[in-house]
């Protein structure tokens, strides 16, 4: 059974941590409590035999950003999230896509774009266009999520394992290299 390493990135307080409890254990954090590190493990099965899913849920706050590069060196799959109703947030998933690009050596990283908090819609501050607009630059899929009512957790998830295994397949070719892909 293949296992690969998501490391989920983005500002404090706007979801990663709702997103991956969500995913791993189908239930909602209601309470914002800082994340310092977590690590989760779900077994996966999309379009292959199944998978483990190693997620590892990133602190948001600045005065952990120092360990983000031991995070994305480990790192085989990148879920970069920005809360629909922050812009900020949206601004601050940029540096974090270049510190992976840096670290990984490597443009075609498996990345996925998400804009959590879509039950927020009427409060919503970053445009639809807007974020398709960035993954378009950065050639990556993006998706609008809610951990809160479950709107397309499950098909995030599912997603940056297709990228996952697209990538160790392709690993040797152009599609990737061995630095972004354990086997």
């Known amino acids: 059974m293949s296992e690969y390493k998501v490391v989920v990135l983005g500002s404090g307080g706007l979801g990663k941590s709702a997103l991956t409890v969500q995913f791993v254990t189908g239930s ?3 309470k914002y409590e800082p994340t310092i590190e977590d690590f989760y493990r779900k077994e996966i099965e999309v379009d292959s035999p199944p ?6 849920d990133t602190a948001g ?13 480990n790192g085989q799959g990148f879920i ?42 009427g409060e919503r501050d970053v445009s ?12 990556c899929p993006f998706m609008e999520t809610s951990a809160k009512n479950t709107a397309s957790v499950d098909e995030l998830f599912a997603e940056i394992l297709q990228q996952m295994n697209s990538a160790a397949q392709s690993n040797g070719d152009e599609g990737c290299c061995s630095a972004c892909v354990i086997l």
């Open 28 to 30: 909602f954090i209601e």
């Open 51 to 56: 998978s483990v899913l190693e997620n590892l």
């Open 128 to 139: 639809y266009g807007e974020s398709k607009a960035l993954a378009e630059e950065w050639s």
């Open 61 to 73: 706050t600045e005065q952990f950003a120092s360990m983000r590069d031991l995070y994305i060196k």
């Open 80 to 121: 970069l999230v920005y809360s629909l109703v922050n812009q900020q947030s949206f601004q601050d998933i940029k540096p974090m896509r270049d510190q992976i690009i840096r670290v990984k050596r490597y443009e075609r990283v498996p990345m996925i774009l998400v804009g959590n908090k879509v039950d927020l819609e």
